[in-house]
């Protein structure tokens, strides 16, 4: 690498420094605004498969309640989302509600603690949410192998035969999203509303 695109590289990555460190800010600031009486702390880290995240602890009434967030998903809220203020919070309000402090949950130290805090929390969370969610339906769930992706989680409608009737999601990136104190069947949940969406669509036509 020359001296001319070294110093572009490094450039480019001060400038992605920059917007993170502003994005994080203005995220610190909403909490702050939702929350009257709270302090908010906050860290900016970087997760090996899902690049840069925040971490917010919302202090209120002597309790703390922390929530983690993917920059990229941050990112694409704030374009997309009208209130990005009222997203940010609302993965706060129940917590605040029950009024218990609720720290990230403990890092598993090894893959076999990981698989089991998989197949023991995450999975059984994700399938509560969803049947929760859909009670007058047959919702289909599978764990299966992706070549891509590794192993994903796999839901679907089996009423529909023709067109898309499952979505999948990464485990890797469910998991993330548990031990970041947010509800991994949500994003599932999400999918299944698209879903949904295609097939009314498939039978308009």
């Known amino acids: 690498m020359s001296q001319k695109e070294n110093e572009t590289a490094q450039a480019t990555e001060q400038e ?3 917007a993170i460190g502003a994005l994080f800010t203005h995220c610190r600031n909403m909490l702050l605004q939702s929350f009257d009486g709270s302090d908010v ?7 090996p498969l899902f690049g840069p995240l925040f971490i917010f602890t919302l202090k209120l009434n002597q309790q703390a309640y922390s929530c983690g967030f993917l920059v990229g998903e941050v990112a694409r809220t704030m374009q997309n989302n009208p209130h990005p203020e009222v997203w940010i919070s609302s993965f706060f309000v129940d917590m605040v509600r029950e009024g218990t402090s609720r720290p990230l949950p403990s890092q598993p130290s090894s893959e076999e603690e990981s698989k089991a805090f998989v197949e023991q929390k995450v999975l059984p969370a994700c399938a509560n949410g969803i049947r929760e969610e859909f009670t007058d339906r047959s919702v289909h769930l599978e ?3 992706h ?3 590794g192993p994903i989680l796999e839901a679907g ?3 529909y035969k023709d067109g898309s ?3 999948g999601l990464p485990i890797h990136f469910l998991f993330t ?3 970041l104190n947010r509800d ?15 097939q009314e669509a498939v039978e308009a036509h």
Request: glycine share 4%.
């Open 184 to 198: 991994p069947a949500e994003p599932v949940i999400e999918a299944l509303y698209r879903v949904l969406s295609e």
């Open 165 to 167: 009737n499952t979505a």
């Open 16 to 18: 992605k420094a920059e």
């Open 41 to 47: 702390e906050g860290q900016v880290g970087e997760h």
């Open 157 to 159: 409608f089996p009423e």
């Open 147 to 149: 070549p891509e992706y």
């Open 177 to 179: 999203l548990y031990l």
């Open 143 to 145: 764990v299966v192998m």
